[in-house]
T-cell receptor, first 113, second 117 residues
Framework: GENVEQHPSTLSVQEGDSAVIKCTYSDSASNYFPWYKQELGKGPQLIIDIRSNVGEKKDQRIAVTLNKTAKHFSLHITETQPEDSAVYFCAAINSGGYQKVTFGTGTKLQVIP | ETGVTQTPRHLVMGMTNKKSLKCEQHLGHNAMYWYKQSAKKPLELMFVYSLEERVENNSVPSRFSPECPNSSHLFLHLHTLQPEDSALYLC????????????????FGPGTRLTVL
C-alpha cells in the first residue's frame, strides 16, 4: 500500500519568513496530492492540491510543487503570518476506483510574531 | 464552518461505559467516514459508508461499532474501550466515494476528543 512520509514534524519560523514542508510517497499510481491545514480545535481543511500532471501550483502565499520522478512534493508558505500557525498534513491519493487517502504524520508550524 | 458537525466535542468515559459519537453533514454528500487521530501518527481511516452501506472496515476492533441510518448521519458506538483508544475521532464526508479519475474532497468535522480512563 501507499506510504507517505512528512518532514519536519515541527517547524518554527519568524513572521514574514518562508516555511517549507516536504513529503515523499511510495506508490507511483498516486495521482492527486492535497494539503490540509488543521487549526486548534478544528478538523483538517483542504488548502491546496496538485495533480500528477502538474509540476507546480500557486494560490496567493501558498504553493505546492511535485516531482513525480522522485516521488516527492512540497508545500511552500511565503510571508508567513501568525494565523498560519497550525498542523499541516500532506496526503497521497489514487483517484481511480475507490479512493484511498494516505496521510502524512503532520507538521506543526509555529509562526513567531 | 465545513458543514460537518460532531457531538459531543469532548467525552470522558470509563472502560465499562457505553457511549456514542454523532456526526451530521449538511452538504448533501453520499459518503461518510470515521477517522482516528492520535498524536504523531497519520490519520487512520476506520470506516467508510457510501450511500448508507459500509464499504470499508479497516480491521477496527469490535468495541467500535458504526451506524449510518441515512446519508446525513453517522454514529460511532463505543463499548468496553481501552485507554489506548483515547484520541481525536474525526468524521468526514464527500460527494462520492468512488474516484472515477477525480478526487472527491473530504470535508472534516471538528472531531470528538475522547479520553478513556
Amino acid at each position: 500500500g501507499e506510504n507517505v512520509e512528512q518532514h519536519p514534524s515541527t517547524l518554527s519560523v519568524q513572521e514574514g519568513d518562508s516555511a517549507v514542508i516536504k513529503c515523499t510517497y511510495s506508490d507511483s499510481a498516486s495521482n492527486y496530492f492535497p494539503w490540509y491545514k488543521q487549526e486548534l480545535g478544528k478538523g483538517p481543511q483542504l488548502i491546496i492540491d496538485i495533480r500528477s500532471n502538474v509540476g507546480e501550483k500557486k494560490d496567493q502565499r501558498i504553493a505546492v510543487t511535485l516531482n513525480k520522478t522522485a516521488k516527492h512534493f512540497s508545500l511552500h508558505i511565503t510571508e508567513t503570518q501568525p494565523e498560519d500557525s497550525a498542523v499541516y498534513f500532506c496526503a497521497a491519493i489514487n483517484s481511480g476506483g475507490y479512493q484511498k487517502v494516505t496521510f502524512g504524520t503532520g507538521t506543526k508550524l509555529q509562526v513567531i510574531p | 464552518e465545513t458543514g460537518v458537525t460532531q457531538t459531543p466535542r469532548h467525552l470522558v468515559m470509563g472502560m465499562t461505559n457505553k457511549k456514542s459519537l454523532k456526526c451530521e453533514q449538511h452538504l448533501g454528500h453520499n459518503a461518510m467516514y470515521w477517522y482516528k487521530q492520535s498524536a504523531k501518527k497519520p490519520l487512520e481511516l476506520m470506516f467508510v459508508y457510501s450511500l448508507e452501506e459500509r464499504v470499508e472496515n479497516n480491521s477496527v476492533p469490535s468495541r467500535f461499532s458504526p451506524e449510518c441510518p441515512n446519508s446525513s448521519h453517522l454514529f460511532l458506538h463505543l463499548h468496553t474501550l481501552q485507554p489506548e483508544d483515547s484520541a481525536l475521532y474525526l468524521c468526514a464526508s464527500s460527494q462520492l466515494y468512488t474516484g472515477g479519475g477525480s478526487y472527491n474532497e473530504q470535508f472534516f468535522g471538528p472531531g470528538t476528543r475522547l479520553t478513556v480512563l
